[in-house]
């Protein structure tokens, strides 16, 4: 697994050269004069996610501070989401960073105690100040003195029986040691998790070549010394001035013990610049423009091979909106290589003459549209509706992103009145699009059909939430909340920074105490309001359908990838395909004649086959990027111009399908840029500090290649190479010098839809 790009302007002070101090020179107590001399000291109080902003703040504009950061952070609380340790156990906690954030992540997870072990004592101060302004005294325990001695202490006196999670962040050469103690005392036994930094880069190969070794090669090697020369002499020294030689625990540890190992990659908090990608993008010109060179070379040569039909004195014209992104440029491309009419595009670019679909060989014309939040709704309608007029538009495919939702359905809904029958939409009305896309309404929606839906309950205060809570589970019982029944509560609203904290299972297993007391953190109002939703484990699908006149005319359904960025499509004919496209039929013959447009759902499967379970969670009433998975299929493209040529299927009997499905030559799509990215370079990068196992650091590169070889990328065409040169020579480096110049943060980006995700 690795991490997403790193955010330059998140981007801590640098680390002093080596020689100078980078900690303990005082820095530690001048943050804390920072933070209480903040001016926003009264937001920051009882808010951890204020406290680590001020910490952040201080270290992007003062001085680097050695904490987990942001990225790494968020890959042990995901572990935390998903293990819910009921103990964590941190060795090495600095100045409370990492303990603030994962001890709040543990509240969340309904855990009980985080103790953060640190030999220092003035540092421990400091993260006790901290933890205590953050709210989070009651389930964090700061454990001043070295973590041997500590961990024996504390199993002693009886507080420590059990480590669910660890995080080892403290003296690389002691990481090794104080696992061999902990299954000495049996603090850790199987089921426990493990999750150790900075083994890849500066690397630990004493940590990491125990944690691998079998029960045989550690029964073999029980006795041996520690060998700590493969460590770098600036990790060794790090603590000597103050502390002198370190003493290790000396510990057997339990050889039965076997550990299944993963490396993670990520930034640290002074990360890589946006500088780096658009270097990148620049060494890979030459690549880039060979492959558009010999693609246009073998196309011009191919004859009428990949000639495009030519519009005739009938053709149509067809607006596709959406071309900057994967999906509006896959269905341009299906409908000009297949029928002759006039494919036009427009979109919004974020600079003018980047938009990759603009320089489509299916597209005749680009019109730039000003962003729906940008300059206001109205303008982006009427830009949009003068271009339906002066181009007499016949059908208009509507591709464009959640942003745009309800505009685009306001835009079909004025053209349809305006022009009448001579003017065909794929798009729904605003109301339909309001039903569908709010996830309160869509699941009151669903329930009227009589079609399953997961407990579901839209909430504006924190009290409503708990009542509901209360009468659903044995809340009120106060004690042990049975394991059967948990919630998830979600924004109505976009929210990303929300949106993270989705995963927290309620009610809390504490009691009514602690869910209330997580509850009265967020902003649950009439204005903000949340859905409550029961909590079903199980995989994610993700589907794209398209509806004309009510009937599905083409469907596909895949397991949600998000930012994996790959999309492999589910056989049409398994079960849970057909349970898929039986619920959107339904949906669809619901909405009746007037309903045309392009349908998604997001599902969640428990249970297997013909026993599955299917609980719609959402739905985009848009096209998914998962139509890529129909691309160069001229069925496809027949279903879109049955829309605008009712005579078409009289005309060419027997097409399209009843259902048009994507063909299974191909094994799936994806972005080749993200792919090397995240799973070639970044796992090249861990190569020259790895110490062995490359089985393992090579399997993001084995994925790679698969990808290369076997699935087809999903903006690259012989016959329209152009957009896929621009997309990462043009788009993608103009989008990061943006964000470079304008220091936007940013944690994320979709190659395919061109979004960025903000760092929180
Ligand atoms: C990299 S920092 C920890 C950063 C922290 N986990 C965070 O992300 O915010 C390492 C810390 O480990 C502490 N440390 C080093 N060796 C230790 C030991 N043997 N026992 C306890 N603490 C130790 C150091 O004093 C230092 O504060």
């Known amino acids: 697994m690795t991490k997403a790009k790193f955010n330059a302007s998140k981007a801590y002070a640098p680390k002093e050269e080596e020689g100078t101090a980078f900690f303990d020179d005082g820095r530690e107590i001048e943050l804390l004069h920072f933070v209480y001399s903040h001016p926003d000291i009264e937001s920051i109080r009882g808010s951890p996610a204020n406290v680590l902003n001020a910490i952040d703040e201080y270290g992007r504009t003062k001085k680097y501070l050695m904490n987990v950061g942001e990225d790494k952070g968020k890959i042990v609380c995901d572990l935390i989401a998903d293990v819910k340790p009921q103990v964590m156990v941190e060795l090495g906690g600095y100045i409370g960073y990492s303990c603030i954030l994962f001890g709040d992540a543990i509240r969340r997870a309904g855990g009980q105690r985080y103790y953060s072990l640190e030999m220092n004592p003035e540092f421990a101060a400091v993260i006790m100040s901290l933890v ?72 630990n190969p004493p940590y990491l070549e125990y944690v691998r070794k079998s029960v045989e090669e550690k029964r073999k090697s029980a006795g041996e010394t ?115 009419h006039r494919i036009i595009a427009a979109d919004t670019e974020p600079v003018p003459f980047i938009s990759p679909g603009r320089y489509s060989r299916a597209v005749t014309k680009f019109y730039r549209l000003e962003a729906p939040g940008a300059v206001g709704a109205t303008r982006y309608i009427d830009t949009l509706l003068d271009v339906i007029r002066q181009e007499k538009v016949d059908l208009w495919i509507s591709c464009s992103s959640v942003e745009g939702a309800v505009e685009d359905g306001e835009v079909a809904k004025r053209a349809r009145e305006e022009i009448g029958s001579a003017f065909e939409a794929v798009q729904f009305d605003s109301e339909v699009v309001e039903k569908l896309h709010e996830k309160d309404a869509f699941m009151e929606y669903i329930q009227s059909l009589g079609l399953p839906i997961p407990e579901s309950h839209r909430c504006t205060s924190a009290k409503e939430v708990e009542d509901i809570l209360g009468s659903s589970t044995n809340l009120n019982d106060n004690e042990k909340i049975e394991a059967g029944k948990r919630f998830i509560l979600k924004p109505i609203g976009v929210d990303d920074k929300a949106r993270s904290q989705m995963m927290t299972l309620l009610p809390l297993p504490e009691g009514r105490e602690a869910t209330s007391s997580y509850l009265s953190t967020l902003t649950i109002s009439p ?14 699908y993700c589907t794209h359908s398209l509806v004309v006149h009510g009937e599905v005319k083409a469907f596909v359904a895949c397991p949600s990838s998000d930012m994996l960025m790959q999309y492999e499509a589910l056989p049409a004919d398994s079960a849970l395909s057909m349970k898929m496209l039986d619920f959107t039929k339904r949906v669809a013959d619901d909405g009746g004649p007037d309903f045309t447009g392009h349908l998604s759902f997001d599902f969640l499967i428990s249970g297997e086959g013909n026993a599955a379970h299917l609980y719609p969670i959402e739905c985009n009433p848009r096209a998914h990027t998962a139509v890529v998975l129909f691309a160069e299929n001229p069925v496809m493209a027949d279903t879109y111009i049955t829309v605008v ?116």
């Not at 493969?230 to 020294?237: A, G, K, M, Y």
């Open 645 to 760: 040529d009712p005579d078409f299927e009289k005309k060419w009997p027997g097409r399209p399908p009843s259902v048009a499905i994507p063909y299974n030559y191909v094994q799936g799509y994806y972005w080749i840029g993200h792919d090397f990215v995240v799973r070639y370079l970044l796992f090249l990068m861990m190569l020259p500090s790895f110490p062995g196992h490359y089985s393992e650091v090579l399997k993001g590169p084995d994925v790679f290649w698969d990808h290369l070889w076997q699935w087809k990328d999903a903006t690259w065409v012989v016959w329209d190479p152009v957009p896929f040169f621009v997309l990462y020579h043009v788009y993608w480096p103009m989008r990061f010098l943006g964000a470079l110049l304008s220091g936007r943060e940013w944690s994320r980006v979709n190659v395919s839809t061109g979004k960025m995700f903000g760092a929180k």
């Open 132 to 203: 205590d302004l953050a709210g989070l005294s009651d389930i964090v325990k700061v454990v001043v003195g070295k973590s041997d001695a500590s961990i024996a202490r504390l199993y002693h006196e009886g507080l420590l029986q059990h480590i669910d999670l660890m995080f080892l962040d403290h003296y690389k050469p002691a990481y090794a040691t104080d696992v061999k103690l902990c299954e000495e005392l049996g603090l850790i036994t199987p089921g426990s998790v493990l999750a150790a930094d900075n083994v890849i880069y500066p690397g």
């Open 226 to 340: 520690r060998r700590l020369e493969s460590l770098p002499d600036r990790t060794l020294n790090q603590y000597k001035e103050r502390y002198g030689e370190m003493r290790f625990s000396q510990s057997a540890g339990n050889p039965d013990l076997v550990y299944e190992s993963k490396l993670v990659h990520s930034f640290e908090p002074t990360g890589e610049p946006n500088i780096l990608i658009i270097l990148l993008s620049i060494a890979f010109i030459p690549v880039s423009a060979t492959i558009t060179i010999v693609s246009l070379l073998i196309t011009y040569f191919s004859g009428t091979y990949y000639e495009l039909p030519r519009p005739g004195p009938e053709c149509k014209t067809i607006l596709v909106t959406g071309v900057s992104m994967t999906k509006g440029l896959t269905i341009a491309r299906m409908l000009a290589r297949f029928h002759p």
């Open 527 to 540: 204005e903000n309001p949340y859905i409550l939703q029961q909590y079903i484990k199980g995989s994610e």
